[in-house]
Structure formats: C-alpha cells, structure tokens
C-alpha cells in the first residue's frame, strides 16, 4: 500500500497518439524497455517492479505470439505451454496467463522475486515515480470530484 497524493490535476482529454509514443509496448525486448522507462525518469528497479506487476493476469494471444514462436531468450518449456493455446496464425483473442505459478514473477531475476516484502516495497515506490511523472499545474487539467470521469 502507497498514499496517493491528492490534489492532484488530471488531463480532461486523453491522445492515443501520445500514449503510444511514451507508453512501453508489450513488443519491446529489454534493453528498449529500459530506454522507454529511462526516457521517463525511471530506472530498471522501476522497470522490475512495474513489470512485476503485469506478470499477474491474462493476456491476449496477439501480444505474446512473436515471442513465444520466434525469441531465442524465452524458457522454451513456458513458450510451449504458450503455444498450445495460442497458434502460429488466426485467432488474436485467446487469453493465456503471463505466469502460471502467479507466485513467480516472470521478469524478477533479482533478490525481490525471493521477498514479496521486498517486491511490494519497490512496486510501492515506483508507484509513486511514476505518477509524479509530468503533472499538470496551474490550470491545467481539473481536480476531479470522481476520479473516474471529468467533471
């Protein structure tokens, strides 16, 4: 658990265009997803936690294909697993979780996979970062009344 901040302005419309040139992708190996985190102010414990984060849930077919048929640096048991419900061609909408065993991240390889204190600390904290990513100030944007909807 983190204490959001409150106070805080948010953007009363919201750019496809923007977001798909500074939001990472689910294509990116590595080292550009170091860089796009970089390019945010963020570091690769960020990296880690945040993507940590992701590795709990499901996933359409469509975002890992590439991966699981063509990365050499993929652990050959997981992407097999993957393939049999996700084939080679056609159907984008099959879901499949990131990890089967949701206790073991996927992308921790450091101390943090072996202490979820440890892991929940970090995400803690790159929470923070990174919604303290360029606010808005001034009169830019609205104090929202529900955070769910403009005002």
Same mark, same amino acid.
């Given at each position: 658990m983190w204490k959001v901040?409150?106070?805080?302005?948010?953007?009363?419309?919201?750019?496809r265009t923007l977001a798909d040139s500074v939001l990472p992708s689910a294509s990116m190996d590595l080292p550009a997803l170091i860089n796009n985190f970089k390019n945010q102010g963020l570091n690769p414990r960020d990296l880690l936690a945040l993507s940590g984060g992701h590795t709990i849930g499901l996933s359409?077919?469509?975002?890992?294909?590439?991966?699981?048929?063509?990365?050499t640096n993929i652990d050959p048991a997981f992407a097999k697993e993957r393939r049999a %419900?996700?084939?080679?061609?056609?159907?984008?909408? =099959?879901?499949?979780? +990131?990890?089967?065993?949701? $206790?073991?991240? %996927?992308?921790?390889?450091?101390?943090?996979?072996? =202490?979820?204190?440890? +892991?929940?600390?970090?995400? $803690?904290?790159?929470?923070?970062?990174?919604?303290?990513?360029k606010p808005l100030t001034g009169k830019k944007g609205q104090i929202r009344v529900n955070c769910g909807k403009v005002n």
């Open positions: 901040q409150l106070g805080r302005r948010d953007s009363t419309t919201a750019s359409q077919c469509g975002i890992f294909r590439n991966r699981i048929y063509n990365a %419900t996700c084939p080679r061609v056609g159907i984008n909408a =099959n879901l499949a979780p +990131f990890d089967p065993t949701p $206790a073991r991240l %996927t992308l921790h390889t450091s101390k943090t996979c072996l =202490n979820p204190e440890a +892991f929940w600390d970090d995400f $803690a904290k790159s929470m923070i970062k990174m919604g303290n990513i």
